[in-house]
């Protein structure tokens, strides 16, 4: 059973800096696409960024210039810079990632579990 393990969200001040990392548990699969979404209260689940296997990126207009994605394809784990954070950053995101089994090239979609990031003073 593959997992996607997130880490690196928390408490941090307007201006400030946050890292997240989302890693794979596999040996079997290869990370194709990887996404970072995330949910404020009362809103619906948005779409932050995406890296995709050749490396292009997007990113939602909010946070274009501030948060960078990033992916380690041998360790198939995913990143997420965040910069110049917001309180209108403040959100549970999350990690979506398309998976290639190397063996039947099929493409699975899983998600982390979800870590809480507060931008506040």
């Known amino acids: 059973q593959v997992q996607l393990v997130e880490s690196g969200g928390g408490l941090v001040q307007p201006g400030g800096s946050l890292r997240l990392s989302c890693a794979a548990s596999?040996?079997?699969?290869?990370?194709?696409?990887m996404n970072w979404y995330r949910q404020a209260p009362g809103k619906q689940r948005e779409l932050v960024a995406r890296v995709t296997n050749s490396g292009n990126t997007n990113y939602a207009d909010s946070v274009k210039g501030r948060f960078t994605i990033s992916r380690d394809n041998a360790e198939n784990t995913g990143f997420l810079q965040m910069n110049s954070l917001k309180p209108e950053d403040t959100a549970v995101y999350y990690c979506?990632?398309?998976?290639?089994?190397?063996?039947?090239?099929?493409?699975?979609?899983?998600w982390g579990q979800g870590t809480q990031v507060t931008v506040s003073s």
């Open positions: 979506n990632a398309i998976l290639t089994n190397i063996g039947t090239m099929r493409q699975y979609s899983y």
């Open positions: 596999t040996s079997t699969f290869r990370m194709t696409t």
